[in-house]
């Protein structure tokens, strides 16, 4: 008997391990041997907003009498309806109905600890993490129970410690809001126990689970876009961090476009905490998140900068690409800001200015001063800017910034229709990030702490007097 996996557009199976369990990818091929499977795993991903679920596998799930695992958009999927209306009016999607949950907006990106106590999973207290837009549980029937329970720190990027309703149950039907749900040893060892699966079925389904983990990975949208695209870790590691001058100017389409055009093992990481910034790429090419895929600046994030450096040091990634957070110098007089974690990182980098602000002149200029404060004091490559609606313009800003060493990239004015904070189809904004045309430089990293004292007042002054 088998434990599928459900590998659909928008879904994320690699994101995390699922306790090694899964032994069956379900696809649009072969749903209908859902109704075979022991036990049916949905993953997270899009899957409710990219609104591509295929019907005639809602109704296959629909009818399957099994045990059915749905963790985070897998979750979503599960319940009656998820308000996707963040930003604004409630826009409501209506899901499959197993379990009598309404999902609407609630951010949370944290670790957790969660308590759990039920007949199937066990008792205790287990280890995983949220990342999502639409989280905030209501279950309408008493006939849901709560499954688990999430310690949490942060709720809507605002420091809320509590605890919140992060899972629900109702007979064979089961949701949380948890990754790693399954790989917390308890969990998975009582489930297994729970279904009568004897030591040597145990070691066949982690058998299988490594074939199909593979398969999966040759799946991956990466292989489709990038027919150069190889994921063995040889050669000599190069990375880039990308800084800018602002939020929402679009880094993270920028880095998802990045990683599109890599050919190697690739680490994505995000600086603090909104780990939602880098699912696309991880969807892209189908790598787990992982508590290293955070770097922690002042209280939110993950692992701290030393750990990070630990861990790049020993891994057999080719490429390191590190996207930062809000403007490069957001929170420099607390020494907390993107370019400080930047330059402990030793990591080259990129400065991206929108040019829909301030138009392209504006963040061209924006842009250089940023360039010449940061030269000193880190390996600046070059600036990028993006939403560029005029090459002629661009043309004679790139030849005027050359005249001076300066490199000038362009990216061009997309239709960006979902961004992560709001909805996002992974698949669809992939996709569109992987058409962007976008070819700079990744140099080699040294990789070592840098420990040397910053100081942002000092930096700025010298920028004037040079001025003057
Ligand atoms: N990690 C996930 O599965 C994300 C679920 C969903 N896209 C949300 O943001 O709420």
């Not at 749903?31 to 296959?60: M, T, W």
């Not at 999502?132 to 279950?139: C, F, M």
């Not at 489709?224 to 190889?230: R, T």
Request: with cysteine; hydrophobic share 40%.
């Amino acid at each position: 008997m088998d434990i599928g996996i459900l590998d659909i557009k928008g879904a994320l199976p690699l994101f995390e391990d699922f306790g090694n369990l899964p032994t069956k990818i379900i696809d649009e091929k072969n749903y209908k041997e859902i109704r075979d499977l022991l036990a049916l795993i949905i993953p997270g991903g899009s899957l409710v907003e990219s609104r591509s679920f295929p019907e005639e596998i809602k109704r296959e799930i629909i009818d399957f009498d099994g045990y059915i695992i749905g963790i985070c958009s897998g979750f979503q999927i599960l319940g009656k309806r998820v308000d996707v209306g963040r930003k604004s009016h409630p826009k409501i999607i209506e899901c499959l109905g197993l379990l009598d949950v309404e999902f609407s907006p609630l951010v949370c990106t944290d670790r957790v600890k969660f308590k759990i106590n039920n007949k199937v999973f066990g008792s205790g207290i287990g280890e995983g993490f949220h990342c999502h837009t639409y989280g905030n549980i209501k279950i309408l029937d008493k006939k849901t129970e709560v499954l688990t329970v999430s310690e949490v720190e942060k709720l809507n990027y605002k420091i809320n410690k509590k605890e919140i309703i992060s899972g629900a149950f109702k007979g064979k039907v089961f949701g949380t809001m948890v990754h790693n749900f399954l790989d917390n040893l308890f969990i998975r060892d009582n489930f297994l126990n729970y279904l009568n699966i004897t030591d040597e079925e145990r070691e066949e389904i982690f058998e299988k689970n490594k074939l199909i983990k593979e398969e999966l990975k040759k799946r991956a949208l990466i292989y489709k876009i990038n027919k150069k695209y190889e994921n063995n870790g040889v050669k000599k590691k190069r990375g880039i961090l990308i800084l800018s001058t602002s939020s929402n100017s679009g880094k993270t389409f920028l880095t998802t476009a990045i990683v599109s055009k890599l050919c190697g093992k690739v680490f994505v990481a995000k600086i603090g905490g909104d780990v939602r910034d880098i699912v696309p790429s991880l969807y892209l090419i189908r790598e787990p998140m992982t508590k290293y895929n955070s770097i922690r600046i002042g209280k939110s994030g993950w692992v701290s900068v030393e750990e990070f450096v630990d861990f790049i040091k020993n891994s057999n990634y080719d490429y390191i690409i590190i996207e930062g957070v809000m403007g490069a110098f957001t929170g420099a007089m607390k020494g907390i800001s993107s370019y400080q974690i930047a330059r402990k990182l030793n990591f080259p980098v990129y400065i991206v200015a929108t040019c829909n602000l301030s138009g392209i002149e504006g963040a061209f200029v924006e842009a250089l001063s940023y360039y010449f404060i940061l030269k000193d004091i880190l390996d600046v490559k070059g600036i990028i800017l993006n939403r560029v609606y005029d090459f002629n313009l661009f043309e004679k800003l790139k030849n005027l910034a050359e005249n001076y060493g300066v490199k000038l990239y362009a990216v061009e004015k997309v239709d960006e229709k979902n961004i992560p904070e709001i909805e996002i189809d992974y698949e669809s904004f992939c996709l569109n990030a992987s058409k962007l045309n976008i070819n700079i430089e990744i140099p080699e990293i040294e990789i070592k702490l840098n420990e040397e004292e910053d100081n942002f007042l000092l930096s700025v002054e010298k920028f004037i007097r040079r001025l003057l």
